[in-house]
């Protein structure tokens, strides 16, 4: 099996819903790391159950200069003043529904930025009335830049994917995995259940919980047809070397 770029290592984790009473252990000091010609990335780590994890936010600048952010992640007054320097965060996507826990906490830090989320996400956040569902392409703010592509026949992920033309990049939450680097022993024993060790996989967790094998391949058949340059996870890994026959192995299982 070739090669698989890793840009920001971090301590894995295994798939699952983050505890919502959990507390950082320590924020992060991971820096905004530039992926692509305005795509920015920033890596969050703290302690859940005991098990150190982590999360990324992307950040994609919109034609007119305003940032659409990725999957939430708290931020210290340094990260903060970082991303501000790359224009004015406009908009929050919280991209499934078991990842949406910094939602609020992002929120407050940019209270003029339109909130997003899925309909599972909005349902667990009352407290945010101003969240809106996420608005088909066509109608939405970053219409013509940004793809948003849901995962139907997973009901519980309620995940979406998303694409960004100008630069082949796809953001996948929990999907698709990739866990690279120094991992802990519990880590690394529950990847050997679930597989994604050194390799793009669906993991076996995502897999049981399909309704409806239909939906999900006509969701693989559409990701797979895109010009992929690269596939930015979640958690651990950042793919740009081989990205389409990744994908296609990943993929395959639903064939």
């Known amino acids: 099996d070739g090669a698989v770029s890793l840009r920001i290592s971090q301590d894995g984790r295994p798939a699952g819903r983050l505890n919502s009473g959990e507390k ?38 919109l034609a ?17 003043a ?6 004015p965060l406009r908009h ?39 969240m809106q569902r996420i608005p088909p ?19 519980t992920l309620d995940e979406t994917v998303w694409f960004h033309p100008a630069t082949g990049s796809l953001i996948a939450t929990d999907l698709l995995q990739c866990w690279q680097g120094p991992l802990s022993l519990p880590v690394r024993l529950y990847l050997g259940l679930t597989g994604g060790h050194e390799r793009l996989t ?3 967790t995502v897999r049981l919980l399909v309704k409806d094998k239909a939906a999900v391949q ?16 979640l958690h651990n890994s950042i793919i740009d070397v081989q990205p389409k026959q990744r994908l296609r192995e990943a993929l395959s299982i639903w064939d």
């Open 24 to 61: 950082p252990m320590q924020q992060s000091t991971e820096k905004w790391a530039a992926i692509a010609d305005g795509v920015w990335a920033h890596s969050y780590q703290f302690s859940n159950i005991g098990m150190r994890i982590s999360t990324r936010m992307t950040v994609i600048r």
């Open 92 to 130: 929050i996507v919280a991209p499934s529904a078991m990842h949406h826990m910094f939602v609020p906490t992002l929120a407050r830090l940019y209270p003029q930025a339109q909130i997003y989320g899925t309909a599972g996400v909005l349902a667990k956040h009352p407290e945010l009335p101003q």
């Open 218 to 233: 006509a969701c693989a058949q559409q990701i797979e047809s895109l010009p992929v340059q690269r596939v930015i996870l």
């Open 137 to 155: 392409d066509a109608s939405a703010p970053w219409a013509g830049q940004l793809q948003c592509l849901p995962v139907n026949g997973i009901p």
């Open 82 to 87: 970082a991303l501000d320097a790359l224009g």
């Open 202 to 204: 669906v993991p076996r």
């Open 64 to 80: 007119d200069g305003s940032l659409f952010a990725h999957s939430a992640v708290p931020l210290d007054a340094e990260q903060k």
